[in-house]
Antibody, heavy 116, light 109 residues
Framework: EVQLVESGGGLVKPGGSLRLSCAAS????????MTWVRQAPGKGLEWVGR??????????DYAAPVKGRFTISRDDSKNMLYLQMNSLITEDTAVYYC???????WGQGTLVTVSS | QAVVTQEPSLTVSPGGTVTLTCGSS?????????PHWFQQKPGQAPTTLIS???NKHSWTPARFSGSLLGGKAALTLSGAQPEDEAEYYC?????????FGGGTKLTVL
């Protein structure tokens, strides 16, 4: 069964950094296009970025609000997806989800709170 | 960046039919935008109902269907059930970024 499990969320001060992880099982991560999505409290879904499969070049796109601050990466040997978040601001406070649109699966989400 | 528009709210009677739409500020939505539809209930992660315009997943209830309608992506619910009350989001892909719609709050009443 395809499953995604996020971890790494928590409370961080403005300007700080955090790395989120997404453990994938039931499929090979490097064969999938993987996406990070976030949802601020009481708000809608916001696309953060995605990494294409290796066969599609493995290139990465980011949403404008996070470009230059967030980095998506993948460890194929561990079947893990990451989201490195730097220079965090209060507006980054949200539940962060990893998802595979082609498999239709979402993780349960991990909460990131940016506050002093 | 493109703006993806959805009805903010809709109401459907139990057993009734309702169509949610997803439009793009750049023009007509086509299959090339790979429209997806998601359902989210309070306190839960989203679930994917429809991928790439009209493809259902094994867990997608048969009463949901996806299509292109009048230049928009559409999600039709036929035979609404109380458990279908939820927020529904669409997603469109562009050459690079991906954009979510603002969501439609569907009430079954």
């Amino acid at each position: 069964e395809v499953q995604l499990v996020e971890s790494g969320g928590g409370l961080v001060k403005p300007g700080g950094s955090l790395r989120l992880s997404c453990a994938a099982s039931g499929f090979t991560l490097s064969d999938a296009w993987m996406t990070w999505v976030r949802q601020a409290p009481g708000k809608g879904l916001e696309w953060v970025g995605r990494i294409r499969s290796n066969t599609a070049g493995g290139t990465i796109d980011y949403a404008a609000p996070v470009k230059g601050r967030f980095t998506i990466s993948r460890d194929d040997s561990k079947n893990m997806l990451y989201l490195q978040m730097n220079s965090l601001i209060t507006e980054d406070t949200a539940v962060y989800y990893c998802t595979s649109l082609q498999w239709g699966r979402w993780g349960q989400g991990t909460l990131v709170t940016v506050s002093s | 960046q493109a703006v993806v528009t959805q009805e903010p709210s809709l109401t459907v009677s139990p057993g009734g039919t309702v169509t949610l739409t997803c439009g793009s500020s750049t023009g007509a939505v086509t299959s090339g935008h790979y429209p997806h539809w998601f359902q989210q209930k309070p306190g839960q992660a989203p679930t994917t109902l429809i991928s790439e315009t009209s493809n259902k997943h094994s867990w997608t209830p048969a009463r949901f269907s996806g299509s292109l309608l009048g230049g928009k992506a559409a999600l039709t619910l036929s035979g609404a059930q109380p458990e279908d009350e939820a927020e529904y989001y669409c997603l469109l892909g562009y050459s690079g970024p991906v954009v979510f719609g603002g969501g439609t709050k569907l009430t079954v009443l």
